[in-house]
């Protein structure tokens, strides 16, 4: 991986955009830009990093500075506006999930990128959680037989996941378009995806269930039914009180668990006498900095990433499904699509 000679542009300075130009900065990226409507945040951020570019105009950072990438770390309203910019600037871009609040204008992004000959890379943490990776690894390598169902849960307290800042103002309290649970929590989607495996059939609903001061739904669930039969629940909420991530798989022959509490996958075979457990000890920006290496070697490379926006528009025309079903009260069929990108160890 080299980074010394390219320059990337972090457009969204907020938390997840601060995480990931810090990291950049590590990883040893020399040049680095930072794009914010709120000019101060940008340069409080830049004063941080020790570096001399911080903005609140797109349309000159990508002119002035000509960046190698773009990282896209604005609310999901903006993503394909910030995108296309960069695309049309001729820059590599890596966008946080989702790509985009709906399908609209999707396609024509994809397109665009291929035009320009430049990719779109997602950033779908997840799949470079040391945890989830080693669940996924035991369910594709048939630990536990066949898969036959599963649970995937995933929540949290919406006004303590940033502790700094009034979560009314967040993008997630701003109705369907912004950022209801379904996209915020969309990496629960994504990760049945690539662990479990594709849907074809999807129900689902949707609510706003609490007494928190949103607009948009704040729990959701789907039941979904994949390729090889298998059904799969999956639940995500801004509600829990205390944050909580697991699933857990039945097997032909068992039963496969991970949960963020302890940090262990746990499996047990119908013929074990207990129960065997993988101690996975996570930090969490690990997995950030490994999809952030992923990106920067295939920026340097000229190698397209796997997981790229075909990957962002799958998942997010499943979280589409999911509230079409919800909205209509009815079975949504999904097309077969072949299997995702998995990361793999280094």
Known sequence: MTVSRLRFAVVGCGTIGSRHARNLRALGAPDLALCDVDHARAVQLASALETEVATD???????????????????????????????????????????????????????????QQRFIMMGMCHRFHGGLRRLQQRVAGGTVGRLLGAQLWMGHYLPDRHPSADYRSGSSTQGRLADGVLLDGIHALDTLRWALGEPVDVLGMLGKVSDLAVDAEDLAAAILRLENGAIVEVHVDHLQRHAVSRCEVIGSEGNLAWDSSTQAVRWRRSDDIGWNEERVPVDTNEMYVAELCEFVDCVASGRRPALDGAEGRASLALASAVRTAAESRRLISLPARPRPFVATDS
Do not use: K, N
Not at 69 to 76: D, G, H, K, S, Y
Not at 94 to 114: I, K, N, R, W
């Open 57 to 115: 105009d797109l349309e000159a950072l990508l002119v002035g500075y000509r960046p190698t990438a773009v990282l896209v770390c604005t609310p999901p309203g903006t993503h394909l506006e910030v995108a296309t910019r960069a695309l049309e600037a001729g820059a590599h871009v890596f966008c946080e999930e989702p790509l985009a609040p709906t399908l609209d204008g999707v396609d024509e992004l994809l397109d665009l990128a291929e035009r």
